[in-house]
């Protein structure tokens, strides 16, 4: 009987981040909090540059503290000199708190909520529910503060109609996403304290500049209060995300699986970024990159991107500029009005976001040539209509860097009668000229509330990204394309 070995660390690893990263607000800030352990420096998009950064330095910084972007300076670097780039994003598919939430039905108080990207919305019934993500507060000096927010326990449920009271659905469960989808956070006889309750204002008066606690339930209001230590009248907005309080785990007869929410894609966000910690070791290693070692993670992939703080803005557009063209430990740029646009053709960008496992009761659902196991590597996305932006070039870049790390590759390909999804790699492909591969680790249950993937394949992927930076220079010299 094989042995019953305890899952790898970096898995272990992996669970202390995600537990912590309930809204792309938390994912942003458990990654600044392990890069600051790393030593990166914080700098500001809206300062100069010039004048701070130096070759072998480390640096990083948050737009609208949902999206980050962490670089090493190579200490061969010179403007114009390529980036070796890793995107991937903060967000998942969940539940999010309506501006206006207050419900009451049936003698229950409801929270209202609006659908975030395309999630598996019946998996979200009959969970343990409660609500992360970030608030604005008036400070006592006056000042405007945004701080993040988690209730550590369940206030939140959305209940399944039972059996008995609906027969069909043992032919299918069909449920409203406005009506059905609308969790219960209290009873109304609870919520009473002796004092007449306040009637509800219609949906139509509750708008424009009236007090927040009158858009939400008391009960939250005091929960959010509560959880920040400030008065409710000082809470002038939030944005809240629902989340499962399963806590995520390791599972599986051999501790083969993690079984968790949001692993597409702060799996790979949280892979991104060990890869580039772990790079950064061997001081030797940054000292002889003549490249920029960089980690973008965006907001907002799972409707679109087109935001501010998305793969589709100008941010990392902006920022490879504005390093191209800065000066570094004093020294002049001699190259300002070609830099950047030399330095877009030799850069690479892997685009990391989690891959579809062929899964056992429905293994028709993949291509008979294509279809990714857990446990066999990272694998490479492949679509001919340019839904994943692998080209032949990028995927032998890939390669090499795998051959030597000893890290198994996977491809993928969708069926030709069945829809693709896509990521941040085509638009930043097109947007930027740049050479990208689309890759990601297998997963089953992609967009549930509660998804699964290996346990071992979080060290691949963190041994891959971390050869591609070590070793992509070198590689890439080998290479020749145009």
């Known amino acids: 009987m094989t042995e019953i070995r305890p899952a790898p660390v970096e898995a272990q690893d992996f669970l202390h981040f995600v537990n912590q990263a309930q809204s792309p607000f938390h994912a942003t800030e458990q ?33 609208n503290k949902s999206a980050v972007i962490a670089f090493a300076v190579g200490g061969k670097y010179k403007p114009g000199n390529g980036f070796s780039a890793i995107g991937a994003h903060t967000d998942s598919p969940c539940l999010k708190v309506k501006p206006v939430s207050k419900k009451e039905k049936a003698g229950y108080l ?18 343990d529910l409660s609500v992360a993500g970030r608030v604005v507060v008036e400070t006592a000096d006056g000042k405007l503060e945004s701080r993040l927010a988690r209730i550590d326990r369940p206030i939140l449920r959305i209940p399944t109609l039972a059996i008995h009271l609906d027969r069909t659905v043992g032919e299918g469960f069909k449920f409203n996403n406005e009506t059905h989808l609308t969790p219960i956070i209290s009873t109304v006889t609870k919520s009473l304290t002796g004092e007449p309750s306040k009637p509800m204002k219609p949906d139509t008066e509750i ?12 009960i939250l209001m005091h929960l959010l209060s509560k959880e920040l230590d400030v008065p409710v009248d ?8 629902l989340y499962d309080t399963q806590p995520s785990a390791i599972g599986g007869a051999y501790n083969e699986f993690i ?78 009005a070609t830099a950047y646009l030399e330095a877009l053709p030799k850069s690479y960008l892997i685009s990391a976001d989690m891959a579809h496992a062929v899964h056992p009761n429905y293994a028709e659902k993949h291509d008979d040539g294509h279809r990714p196991h857990m446990h066999k590597g990272v694998v490479v996305k492949i679509n001919a209509n340019q839904r994943y932006a692998t080209t032949a070039p990028t995927t032998v870049i890939l390669r090499e860097v795998a051959k030597k790390y000893s890290v198994p590759l996977q491809e993928f390909v969708v069926r030709n009668d069945s829809p693709c999804g896509s990521t941040i790699g085509p638009m930043l492909s097109a947007k930027l000229g740049l050479r990208t591969v689309d890759v990601g680790n297998a997963q089953l249950s992609m967009h549930s509330c509660r998804e699964v993937c290996g346990s071992e394949d979080v060290a691949l992927a963190i041994k891959l990204f971390e050869g591609f930076f070590e070793d992509f220079p ?3 010299a080998r290479l020749t394309i145009d």
């Open 259 to 336: 079984f968790s929410g949001r692993l597409d894609n702060l799996m790979m966000s949280y892979c991104s970024i060990e890869a580039l910690i772990r790079s950064l070791k061997s001081a030797d290693s940054l000292a002889n990159d003549s490249n920029i070692r960089l980690v973008s993670l965006f907001d907002n992939e799972e409707v679109g991107s087109n935001t501010a703080h998305g793969a589709d803005s100008n941010l990392l557009p902006s920022t490879f500029e504005r390093l191209s063209l800065a000066t570094y430990d004093g020294d002049a740029n001699a190259n300002v």
């Open 207 to 218: 708008n424009g500049d009236i007090p927040l606690s009158d858009k939400h339930h008391p």
């Open 110 to 127: 409801q929270v209202g909520v609006q659908l975030y990207g395309g999630g598996l919305w019946h998996t979200w019934f009959d969970r």
């Open 31 to 63: 990654a600044v909090i392990r890069l600051r352990k790393a030593g990166f420096e914080e700098i500001k998009e809206k300062e100069n540059w010039n004048g701070i950064l130096k070759r072998n330095g480390k640096y990083y910084f948050t737009r």
């Open 234 to 241: 000082k809470i002038m907005d939030f944005e809240l995300c």
């Open 474 to 476: 070198s590689v890439d």
